[in-house]
C-alpha cells in the first residue's frame, strides 16, 4: 500500500520561507517522479513543480520558478519542497503525489496522493 504524507505546513509572513516534506512508503522514489500540486480556496488543483530522480530532472511552475525548489532525499524516501520569498498569493493547501518515472504536470497523471498540508501566507 502507497502512502505519501506532508508536513512542514504553517503561517507565515510574506517574504518568509518553509519547507514543506512528503514521506513516502510502499514506493521507491528512484522508480517514480514526485509532483507537488496546490490548491487555493475556490481554484483547481495546480502544479507546482516536479522531480524524477530515475531521468535527473526538475521542472518549476513559471509561478514559482527561483523562489521553490523541489528535491528527494532517497534513502529517506522523502521529497521536499523549499519555498523562500513566500507571497500572499501562495497561500494554498499542498499536496505531493507520485507516479512512475516521468514527470507530468496534470494531476490526472498521478495515481497517488498525499493528504495535504496548509500553507498560509499573510501580507
Known amino acids: 500500500q502507497v502512502l505519501l504524507v506532508e508536513s512542514g505546513g504553517g503561517l507565515v509572513q510574506a517574504g518568509g520561507s518553509l519547507r514543506l516534506s512528503c514521506a513516502a512508503s510502499?514506493?521507491?522514489?528512484?522508480?517514480?517522479?514526485v509532483g507537488w500540486f496546490r490548491q487555493a480556496p475556490g481554484k483547481e488543483r495546480e502544479f507546482v513543480a516536479a522531480?524524477?530522480?530515475?531521468?535527473?530532472?526538475?521542472y518549476h511552475a513559471d509561478s514559482v520558478k527561483g523562489r521553490f525548489t523541489i528535491s528527494t532525499d532517497n534513502d529517506k524516501n522523502t521529497a521536499y519542497l523549499q519555498m523562500n520569498s513566500l507571497k500572499p498569493e501562495d497561500t494554498a493547501v499542498y499536496y505531493c503525489?507520485?507516479?512512475?518515472?516521468?514527470?507530468?504536470?496534470?494531476?490526472?497523471?498521478?495515481?497517488?496522493w498525499g493528504q495535504g498540508t496548509q500553507v498560509t501566507v499573510s501580507s
Open positions: 503525489a507520485a507516479r512512475p518515472y516521468a514527470i507530468k504536470v496534470l494531476t490526472s497523471d498521478y495515481q497517488y
Open positions: 510502499g514506493l521507491t522514489f528512484s522508480s517514480y517522479a
Open positions: 522531480i524524477s530522480w530515475s531521468a535527473g530532472s526538475t
